[in-house]
């Protein structure tokens, strides 16, 4: 069987604001799964890169994107742990550290709660690898007015719905969840733990051998959503709500991490190819191919060569770190295979890569 899965490219396209009424069950958290953006994450501690979402302390929350070409803060490797989204190609990051240190993330909901109305809430969680600690709480807060707090501490509120213990799960994404009965004028959610004390984080047994003293979790797929007084069940979710996380078929390492028109993997390669490595060994039965691709600046000739070279650079990356030759196939497509125009610098960058693709067998 031949799994491949291309690398997704998100545009974001500007339209006028229309009224339109909101139907039962319809969700109304803008950029729920946090896919629109105004530019690719470019390093740690996001600014005012994602639309709808910000952060409202001073703690640095991060956006995370498979579209960026910094290793850090790319998906499924970065420097956090490796993980996919949970829909989509982009999640949010935020940490939990001793003595009370803790981040948020925040939006404006499309629609105020009605009062007296039951909502349906959710999002999913996951933490990431190298977290050597998780925390006893998460969850959301919906409240009238924006929280704005001017230092990096916890805020002190009850959130509407949180986790009933500490997630540990890597591996898997972890939905919270529950039902709330509005008062009225809710407009503002915000995510994170909303506890502080010596006892709010608990020591864990890490994944990775480089740890971080945090309890760090990844967000995606954000739901607040109208329960009608007819059916008080949960109503049927959105298709891209409720999807399950995508088993790893394919991986994509950015031309950022060659030298440009060179094949010699950088420091930062070594990383991202670390990280891969440990998908790989997971699965026995396994054949890798390992295509290399470039931009269209310069000859046919070259870039087809360029792009052998940087395939066959990480194909003997993997043979060194002990998959069998056997295993590998690699191969070079120069610039035929685009994911973006190459007519802007941006567009350049995303089709200047390598993609890894399993064959399973």
């Known amino acids: 069987m031949v799994i491949n899965i291309l690398y997704g490219i998100l545009m974001v396209i500007s339209i006028d604001l229309i009224w339109c009424p909101i139907l039962a069950g319809q969700n109304l958290v803008p950029n729920n799964s946090f896919e629109e953006f105004r530019r690719c994450p470019i390093r740690i501690s996001m600014k005012d890169e994602l639309i709808a979402w910000k952060a409202p302390t001073k703690g640095t929350t991060d956006y995370l994107n498979m579209c960026a070409t910094n290793p850090a803060v790319s998906i499924p490797a970065n420097q956090f742990g490796f993980s996919y989204a949970h829909s989509g190609n982009g999640y949010i990051g935020i940490s939990n550290k001793i003595p009370g240190y803790r981040e948020y993330i ?10 007296d109305s039951t909502y349906y809430i959710e999002f999913w969680v996951t933490l990431a690898e190298r977290s050597s600690r998780c925390i006893n709480e998460l969850g959301i807060s919906l409240t009238k007015n924006r929280i704005i707090k001017y230092d990096h501490r916890t805020i002190d509120i009850s959130p509407q719905v949180r986790s009933s213990d500490c997630i540990t799960d890597t591996a898997n994404w972890v939905r919270i969840s529950g039902t709330y009965l509005a008062q009225g004028g809710e407009r503002w959610i915000t995510i994170g733990c909303f506890t502080s004390g010596k006892n709010a984080l608990m020591k864990i047994k890490p994944r990775r051998q480089y740890t971080m003293p945090t309890a760090y979790y990844f967000i995606d797929d954000v ?82 060569a360029l792009s052998q070279a940087r395939a066959s650079e990480v194909g003997a990356y993997f043979k060194d770190n002990g998959i069998a030759a056997p295993r590998i196939d690699t191969s ?8 973006a125009a190459n007519s802007t610098e941006q567009g350049r960058a995303q089709n200047r890569r390598v993609e890894i693709m399993i064959r399973e067998e």
């Open 106 to 115: 925040q939006c404006r909901l499309n629609l105020s709660l009605k009062a």
């Open 223 to 304: 739901y607040v959503g109208l329960i009608e007084p007819e059916d008080r069940s949960v109503p049927p979710l959105p298709q891209d709500t409720v999807a399950t996380a995508a088993q790893p078929r394919s991986f994509i390492l950015p031309g950022v991490l060659f030298a440009t028109g060179k094949s010699e993997l950088s420091t930062a390669a070594h990383q991202a190819l670390d990280a891969i490595l440990g998908e790989m060994r997971k699965c026995s039965a396994c054949r890798f191919e390992i295509i290399g691709h470039t931009d269209d600046q310069g000859s046919e000739e070259l870039n087809q």
């Open 332 to 339: 070079g497509r120069g610039a035929d295979k685009p994911l």
